[in-house]
């Protein structure tokens, strides 16, 4: 089945960078975009961008594209998304997530979710 | 971008009572090439990651009881859920999906009465 595997929980300095991963597995991973989400805690959620893993294509949030970096490694099914010059606005959990196919049709809606990473910017 | 209100913020309940969460855009999500309206519901529940409930604005996701309703167009959407039952109990989110960025609603905690 489809599962979507995170990279644990961060702590990071204010100012650092952090860079995380989503594996894939269960699908062919250059079928779906990958989209990212960020939840503070507590809140609601964020949409911060897509990537095609096939192209390489991505589509940010204008709210984060200065913020992340949204890349794959497609010889290992594993997209990665850095967050950079990191504040305590930045601490949240982190999703990756895959789009719904319903027939044959791809949907921009999150079906399958990693498991979240945390990450807790402080000094 | 499109703004996404939820109403309630809270709801408490009774096991077997019917609910309504409310989901409001700030612009139609119905979309004149496939004739669709691109509204998406979630469940959360403490401590787990989302869960996609319904998409399409009223098609149940695989695996989904039929006690979950979706309904709408254009700018007004309603999730429903019939004769509530204790697992249901979770923070709901609605998300347009017509144009980026992608945006949530602020989400509807379903509490315990």
């Known amino acids: 089945q489809v599962n979507l595997l995170q990279s644990g929980a961060a702590l990071v300095k204010p100012g650092a960078s952090v860079k995380l991963s989503c594996k894939a597995s269960g699908y062919t991973f250059t079928d779906y975009y990958i989209h990212w989400v960020k939840q503070s805690h507590g809140k609601s959620l964020e949409w911060i961008g897509y990537i095609n893993p096939n192209s390489g294509y991505t589509n940010y949030n204008e709210k984060f594209k200065s913020k992340a970096t949204l890349t794959v490694d497609k010889s290992t099914n594993t997209a990665y998304m850095e967050l950079s010059r990191l504040t305590s606005e930045d601490s949240a959990t982190y999703y990756c997530t895959r789009p719904l196919m319903d027939s044959s049709y791809i949907y921009d809606v999150m079906d399958a979710w990693g498991q979240g990473a945390s990450v807790t910017v402080s000094s | 971008d499109i703004v996404m209100t939820q109403s309630p913020s809270s709801l408490a309940v009774s096991a077997g009572e019917t609910v309504t969460i409310n989901c409001k855009s700030s612009q139609s999500l119905f979309g004149s090439v496939r004739q669709k309206n691109y509204l998406a519901w979630y469940q959360q529940k403490p401590g787990q990651s989302p869960k996609l409930l319904i998409y399409?604005?009223?098609t149940r996701e695989s695996g989904v009881p039929d006690r979950f309703i979706g309904s709408g167009s254009g700018t007004d959407f309603t999730l429903t859920i019939s004769s509530v039952q204790a697992e249901d109990l979770a923070n709901y989110y609605c998300q347009q999906y017509y144009d980026t960025p992608y945006t949530f609603g602020a989400g509807t905690k379903l509490e315990l009465k």
């Open positions: 399409l604005a009223s």
